[in-house]
C-alpha cells in the first residue's frame, strides 16, 4: 500500500489536541502519578511519530492496522531506537488503547481502532526477595556505614521499607506525622492517590524514633527553609531525599553488606524491601488478601504472583527433607 501523503491539516493536529486532553485526564481526573503520566506521554509522542511518517493526518484516519503497525515497529526498532521488549512495548500499547479509548469516549472518534490490538504478554517474572539474615546485614549496614545523622536516616529508612513493604516513593513521599508513634502506624499514599494505614513493627519504629530525635533535626537545621514541609526523611540540605537518593542508599548498605561483587549487591532492586516483605509474611502463614491490603494492590491477582515464590520454596525444603522425595 502507497505511504499516505501528509495534507495542510497534518503533522498530528488532532491527534495531539487529543493526546494532551487524554494525558489532561490521567493527571486530573484519575489521578496517576506523575512517573506514570512521564511514560505515556513518551510513549505517545513516539506514536504521534510513528503516525506522522506514515502520512496519518488526524485520528478520524487511524485504523487498527496502523496501530498494529506501530506495535511491530517498537518490537522492530530502527536507526533511532532499539527494539523494545515485551514488557516495554506493552506499556506503550496499553498507552496507545488507552488514547483510543479516551478519543470514542470524548465523542472525537465513532470506533475504538486499538480495541483489537492486544500488547504483548511478557513472560511471567517473579519479585526478586532475600532471606531474612540478608536484610538484616543490609539493614545493619546502612545503619554501621555512614556516621552522623546520614547514618540513623538511612538505617530508618531501610527500617521503614520492609518493617510496612513501603514503595521506595510512598516512603519518601511521607510526612512526620504521617507516622503514628502511639498506634504504631504509618499512612502511605500509594498509586493515584490511594492512601492504606499499615503497621509499623518494633524495630522500625524504633529506628524511626531514634532518627527523629537524634538526627533529624540536626538535618532540618541545614536548610534556611527548616523542616520544609515536614518531609519525614531529609537530605544533608535539609530538603526532602528524593526516591534516587533513596535507591543509591540501598544500593550502597547492599554493596557494603554482600560486597561489591556478592550475590546480594547483584540481586537488590528498588522493589527488594518491598518483594521481601510480602514473600515473608506469606512464609510466615499471612492471608494472601491481608498481604495485598498492606501492599496497596488493587487486585489480589498482582499479589498472588508471590505464592509462587513460597511454593518454589516449599518445593525446595520438600525436595531435601522427605525420605522419599528424591529417587
Known amino acids: 500500500m502507497p505511504p499516505r501523503t501528509a495534507g495542510p491539516d497534518s503533522t498530528t493536529g488532532s491527534i495531539a489536541r487529543a493526546v494532551t486532553g487524554y494525558l489532561d485526564h490521567l493527571t486530573v481526573e484519575r489521578g496517576l502519578a506523575a512517573n506514570t503520566i512521564a511514560s505515556y506521554r513518551r510513549d505517545l509522542r513516539r506514536y504521534t511519530q510513528y503516525l506522522a511518517a506514515t502520512g496519518v493526518r488526524g485520528l478520524a484516519e487511524i485504523s487498527e492496522s496502523d496501530v498494529a503497525g506501530f506495535l511491530a515497529a517498537l518490537r522492530r526498532g530502527d536507526d533511532d531506537h532499539p527494539p523494545l521488549s515485551e514488557t516495554s512495548a506493552a506499556r506503550a500499547v496499553v498507552a496507545v488503547r488507552g488514547l483510543h479509548r479516551f478519543a470514542l469516549l470524548d465523542g472525537l472518534v465513532p470506533d475504538d481502532v486499538a480495541h483489537e490490538v492486544r500488547p504483548p504478554t511478557p513472560a511471567r517474572r517473579l519479585p526478586k526477595a532475600v532471606p531474612v539474615e540478608s536484610v538484616v546485614a543490609l539493614i545493619e549496614a546502612a545503619g554501621s556505614g555512614v556516621e552522623g545523622p546520614r547514618g540513623l536516616r538511612d538505617r530508618a ?36 492517590g490511594k492512601e492504606r494505614i499499615v503497621p509499623v513493627g518494633s524495630y522500625a519504629l524504633r529506628a524511626v524514633e531514634e532518627y527523629l530525635v537524634r538526627a533529624r533535626p540536626a538535618l532540618a537545621g541545614k536548610s534556611k527553609a527548616g523542616v520544609r514541609g515536614g518531609a519525614l526523611f531529609l537530605n544533608v540540605r535539609g530538603g526532602p531525599l528524593s526516591r534516587q537518593s533513596a535507591w543509591q542508599i540501598l544500593r550502597t548498605a547492599a554493596e557494603r553488606a554482600g ?65 522419599r522425595a528424591l529417587s
Open 259 to 323: 560486597g561489591t561483587g556478592g550475590d546480594l549487591a547483584r540481586s537488590v532492586s528498588p522493589h527488594t524491601l518491598r518483594h521481601s516483605f510480602a514473600t515473608h509474611l506469606l512464609d510466615g502463614g499471612a492471608d494472601v488478601r491481608v498481604v495485598q491490603e498492606l501492599l496497596g494492590h488493587a487486585s489480589v491477582t498482582t499479589t498472588q504472583v508471590y505464592t509462587l515464590v513460597t511454593v518454589d520454596r516449599l518445593r525446595e525444603v520438600y525436595a531435601t527433607s522427605h525420605p
Open 157 to 192: 529508612l531501610l527500617e521503614l521499607l520492609y518493617g510496612t513493604g513501603a514503595r521506595i516513593s510512598e516512603a519518601v513521599g511521607l510526612a512526620v506525622d504521617d507516622v503514628d508513634r502511639g498506634q504504631a502506624t504509618v499512612r502511605l499514599a500509594g498509586k493515584g
